[in-house]
């Protein structure tokens, strides 16, 4: 063996380690990767010309369902507390959640779980993480789970530009 192929004491203990941190990194990210990105059985999208700077955008589910969302203040503003409001019609709710998510760049975890309101309507508060950038585009999905299926509807809003 020549000393440029010798192996230092310890190295191989070393290899192992590293292995070790890279395969419980990979297991970690399997196991919490169901909460961090939204998964749905059925994925619905908003009706043509939504606008959520200007109105509220539904979605019609095969069946007839209806999923309408709302988020205030109107134009969406940068830094500023926003009261989301979603719609329900023609579905038995268990819970319903909104997700950000920067279009183009992780923004980290931003999900709120919304509180029953009656009628079909949910309602909660949220914020928006800054953008370095001073805008960003972000996909807002509201997820909808029944007793048999989780429903996701993503909308598409450019803030801050």
Not at 31 to 50: E, F, I, M, Q
Not at 64 to 76: C, H, V
Not at 90 to 110: H, P, S
Request: net charge neutral; proline share 7%; aromatic share 4%.
């Amino acid at each position: 063996m020549t000393e440029e192929t010798a192996q230092k004491p310890g190295s191989s203990l070393v290899t192992l380690a590293m292995l070790a941190l890279l395969v419980g990194i990979a297991g970690a990210g399997y196991y919490w990767s169901p909460l961090l990105l939204p998964k749905a059985d059925v994925t619905a999208t908003p009706l043509p010309g939504c606008d959520l700077h200007r109105m509220a955008c539904a979605a019609v589910l095969p069946g007839g369902e209806r999923i309408e969302l709302s988020i205030s203040p109107r134009p969406i503003p940068l830094l500023a507390p926003l009261r989301l409001e979603v719609v329900i019609s023609g579905l038995a709710v268990r819970k319903v959640e909104v997700d950000f998510a920067g279009e183009t760049m992780n923004m980290g975890y931003n999900r709120t779980e919304l509180a029953a309101a009656g009628g079909g309507r949910h309602v909660g508060d949220a914020s928006l993480p800054v953008c370095v950038s001073g805008g960003m585009n972000w996909v807002v999905t509201v997820l909808v789970e029944t007793g048999r299926q989780r429903i996701a509807v993503p909308y598409r809003v450019a803030v801050g530009y």
